[in-house]
Nanobody, 126 residues
C-alpha cells in the first residue's frame, strides 16, 4: 500500500504562482517503475488529470495547463512536485497526487491509478 500526502495548497491571486508537493510512504516517488500524476477537482465538477510522469520520464499535460504548469520528480527529496504559474481562477480546486506501478490505461483516466492522496486545496482569486 502506498500512502500519498499532498501539501502546498493555498489561496493566491490570479497571475500568481504556487508549488505543490507530494510525499509517499514508500519509494514510489523515487522508483521509476511508478507512474505519477496530479489531478484536480473543482467544486461541482469531475476530477480531471493535470499532469503525469510515465515510467520512462515522459511528461503529459492537460491542454488547459500546458506552458503554465510543470510536473517534476525530485528524487533527492523524494517528492513529486507541481509548479503552477500564471494561475487562473479556473485552476481552483482540490489537487490530488496519484501513483501506479502498472502504468496501464489512459493516463488521465482515474481508473488507471491505484493510489491517491487526500488532496490539497488551491484557490485562485481575481
Amino acid at each position: 500500500q502506498v500512502q500519498l500526502v499532498e501539501s502546498g495548497g493555498s489561496s493566491v491571486q490570479a497571475g500568481g504562482s504556487l508549488s505543490l508537493s507530494c510525499t509517499a510512504s514508500r519509494d514510489s516517488i523515487t522508483d521509476n517503475r511508478y507512474c505519477l500524476a496530479w489531478f484536480r477537482q473543482a467544486p461541482g465538477k469531475e476530477r480531471e488529470g493535470v499532469a503525469a510522469i510515465g515510467q520512462n520520464g515522459y511528461l503529459t499535460y492537460a491542454d488547459s495547463v500546458k506552458g503554465r504548469f510543470t510536473i517534476s520528480r525530485d528524487n533527492a527529496k523524494a517528492t513529486l512536485n507541481l509548479q503552477m504559474n500564471s494561475l487562473k481562477p479556473e485552476d481552483s480546486g482540490t489537487y490530488y497526487c496519484a501513483a501506479d506501478s502498472g502504468c496501464r490505461g489512459a493516463v488521465f483516466a482515474e481508473r488507471s491509478w491505484a493510489y491517491w492522496g487526500q488532496g490539497t486545496h488551491v484557490v485562485v482569486t481575481t
